[in-house]
T-cell receptor, first 109, second 113 residues
Framework: GQNIDQPTEMTATEGAIVQINCTYQTSGFNGLFWYQQHAGEAPTFLSYNVLDGLEEKGRFSSFLSRSKGYSYLLLKELQMKDSASYLCAVMDSNYQLIWGAGTKLIIKP | SAVISQKPSRDICQRGTSLTIQCQVDSQVTMMFWYRQQPGQSLTLIATANQGSEATYESGFVIDKFPISRPNLTFSTLTVSNMSPEDSSIYLC??????????FGSGTRLTVV
């Protein structure tokens, strides 16, 4: 079966750095997405990785290792507004998105 | 990026009734996706809607319960039929935003009482 694993919840301090991990087992791979979802709102696109390595976009970076079936989202200089759920999703060989359950990130002052 | 207008944003419905959710996109898209998200859970794909053909439903979802219309390349509706409390959820439409990831509508929070 297809499976995406990410931690259920993480806590971090304002101004700090946090890394949210995602491991996946899917039938084929056509890219990995990270989304941010604030409570009661729709998910918003953060990043897309299809090749191994690190993609940096401002305070957010996303890393992919296809051989390990692993990705992480790195958030730097955390702000209170970063409190949200972060969803990892993999596009399989049928170009269907498989979603993780999301990681709820709590930022403390 | 694409902008999706989804409505209603929320509704409280009586069991046994039906609710139709609408999504309007500001650009033409080939496929529109309908998701359900229950509290604290992952997104679950209900169906994929193509213009001019019947929607493709995922395992566990049937057309009689979730009929979908796709009359043109910018609009789609999802109906939740004969509702029960188990249908209480957030329903989201989504489109592939041409290399800018998948864009979602603002969601419809449905409560069935």
């Amino acid at each position: 079966g297809q499976n995406i694993d990410q931690p259920t919840e993480m806590t971090a301090t304002e101004g700090a750095i946090v890394q949210i991990n995602c491991t996946y087992q899917t039938s084929g791979f056509n890219g990995l997405f990270w989304y941010q979802q604030h409570a009661g709102e729709a998910p918003t696109f953060l990043s897309y990785n299809v090749l191994d390595g690190l993609e940096e976009k401002g305070r957010f970076s996303s890393f992919l290792s296809r051989s390990k079936g692993y990705s992480y989202l790195l958030l730097k200089e955390l702000q209170m507004k970063d409190s949200a759920s972060y969803l990892c999703a993999v596009m399989d060989s049928n170009y269907q998105l498989i979603w993780g359950a999301g990681t709820k990130l709590i930022i403390k002052p | 990026s694409a902008v999706i207008s989804q409505k209603p944003s929320r509704d409280i419905c009586q069991r046994g009734t039906s609710l139709t959710i609408q999504c309007q996109v500001d650009s033409q898209v080939t496929m529109m996706f309908w998701y359900r998200q229950q509290p604290g859970q992952s997104l679950t794909l209900i169906a994929t809607a193509n213009q001019g053909s019947e929607a493709t439903y995922e395992s566990g979802f049937v057309i009689d319960k979730f009929p979908i219309s796709r009359p043109n390349l910018t609009f789609s509706t999802l109906t939740v039929s004969n509702m029960s409390p188990e249908d209480s959820s957030i329903y989201l439409c989504s489109v592939d935003d041409r290399g800018r990831g998948y864009t979602f509508g603002s969601g419809t929070r449905l409560t069935v009482v």
